[in-house]
Antibody, heavy 121, light 107 residues
Framework: EMQLLQSGPEVRKPGDSLKISCKGS????????IGWVRQMPGKGLEWIGI????????KYSPSFQGHVTVSADESLSTAYLEWNSLKASDSGTYYC??????????????WGQGTTVTVSS | DIQMTQSPSTLSASVGDRVTITCRAS??????LAWYQQKPGKAPKLLIY???TLETGVPSRFIGGGSGTEFTLTIDTLEPDDVATYHC?????????FGQGTKVEIK
């Protein structure tokens, strides 16, 4: 079964750093772009960025570029989303998702269960 | 960057009704459009891609249409299990983006 398993919920203070993870199984991880999506409480989905594990290649939404880093470790079949300095407005649920077609821009067909990040002083 | 605008934001209908959600792109995206269903507390689920192709296992009452800049998702006969928020997303050129979402409720 193809799946993405994300790391657990996190509580941090403003200014803290954080790295959350997304481990793939049941498919060839290095063949697929892995994207990250934010959902703030009660709001819609926001596309953050995407990484190609065998690259390394990464692309970002202008809304998030410079504030987060997406990366991947092909050998661990794991993708990461990282912040150097969190803000309260970073609170939300973060999903990783696999683009469906290997090496090709395509919709996201396998999703992680989500990681809730709470940033509060 | 391409912006996606969805309407309505909320839709209330009766079981058995035919309901339609619209998604507009700020510029042409041929058919690089996907629809997702998200139930409360769950991750989104891919329903339709390439504007009108049903993902495996998705019931045929879900119908995608449109091309260019205007797209629709129709639920042919609304069922209680369809209560969810529906999101459109383009994948024409980076950065991808989503519509604001449409919450579908049962009257």
């Amino acid at each position: 079964e193809m799946q993405l398993l994300q790391s657990g919920p996190e509580v941090r203070k403003p200014g803290d750093s954080l790295k959350i993870s997304c481990k793939g199984s049941g498919f060839t991880f290095s063949d697929h772009w892995i994207g990250w999506v934010r959902q703030m409480p009660g709001k819609g989905l926001e596309w953050i960025g995407i990484v190609f594990p065998a690259g390394p290649l990464a692309k970002y939404s202008p809304s998030f570029q410079g504030h987060v880093t997406v990366s991947a470790d092909e050998s661990l079949s794991t993708a990461y989303l990282e912040w150097n300095s969190l803000k309260a407005s970073d609170s939300g649920t973060y999903y990783c998702a696999r683009e469906a077609v290997p090496r090709t821009a395509s919709p996201m067909d396998v999703w992680g269960q989500g990681t809730t990040v709470t940033v509060s002083s | 960057d391409i912006q996606m605008t969805q309407s309505p934001s909320t839709l209330s209908a009766s079981v058995g009704d035919r309901v339609t959600i619209t998604c507009r792109a700020s510029r042409r995206i041929p058919n690089y459009l996907a629809w997702y269903q998200q139930k409360p507390g769950k991750a989104p689920k891919l329903l339709i891609y390439e504007a009108s192709t049903l993902e495996t296992g998705v019931p045929s009452r879900f119908i995608g249409g449109g091309s260019g800049t205007e797209f629709t998702l129709t639920i042919d006969t609304l069922e209680p299990d369809d209560v969810a928020t529906y999101h459109c997303q383009h994948y024409h050129s980076y950065p991808w983006s989503f519509g604001q979402g449409t919450k579908v409720e049962i009257k």
